[in-house]
């Protein structure tokens, strides 16, 4: 068993994708309660840099799941989703980078683990996740039930707040991937 905790003095700043429906205007159609959580949450950074936090984003827009059984474009999808969301943030937070390229957004991630459903489709999603998060020397590739039977892959992590170290995707592309990790 893990056990991941998070403790501050202070909030968070919970933060919407703009693409997708917040999870507590859900319809009916996903339970009588509206699932509870944030798509992301952007830390105080307690005298360090404020960080984002993203929770687990996949093929989902609005509040429909997009794509299903197309690995590639649920892929495509989520990495869209991921980029929406780091714009989203920085607005919030009044940060510079609210208009990033989905390539130059997706350089402030800095930690990811990538939830994917079909062990037989593990190879495919590691090397769609190094073709758009090249930058990560460290990724970790867990084989999981989702959500929602039709998805097969989910993305969350840690970003940066601070567009000012942004690394320009060609610079990414020559940096070179690390080993991915798998707990089993």
Request: net charge negative.
């Amino acid at each position: 068993m893990i056990i991941d905790a998070l403790a501050s003095d202070e909030p968070g700043l919970n933060v919407e994708n703009p693409r997708q429906r917040p999870p507590i205007r859900y319809s009916e159609r996903y339970g009588r309660s509206p699932p509870c959580f944030a798509r992301g949450t952007i830390t105080n950074g307690h005298g360090s840099r404020p960080r984002l936090l993203i929770g687990g984003t996949a093929s989902v827009r609005d509040e429909e799941s997009v794509h299903p059984e197309d690995l590639p474009a649920q892929s495509a999808e989520t990495f869209c989703n991921l980029a929406s969301l780091i714009r989203a943030s920085l607005a919030a937070s009044r940060k510079a980078g609210s208009d990033l390229p989905d390539p130059e957004a997706l350089a402030l991630i800095d930690h990811a683990r990538v939830y994917y459903a079909r062990e037989n489709q593990s190879r495919e999603v590691r090397g769609l996740v190094e073709r758009r998060l090249p930058h990560l020397a460290d990724v970790e590739y867990v084989r999981a039930d989702l959500c929602r039977a039709e998805l097969l892959m989910e993305i969350e992590g840690v970003a940066r707040m601070d567009t000012s170290s942004v690394v320009e995707p060609a610079t990414c592309r020559k940096l070179g991937t690390g080993p991915a990790s798998d707990p089993r």
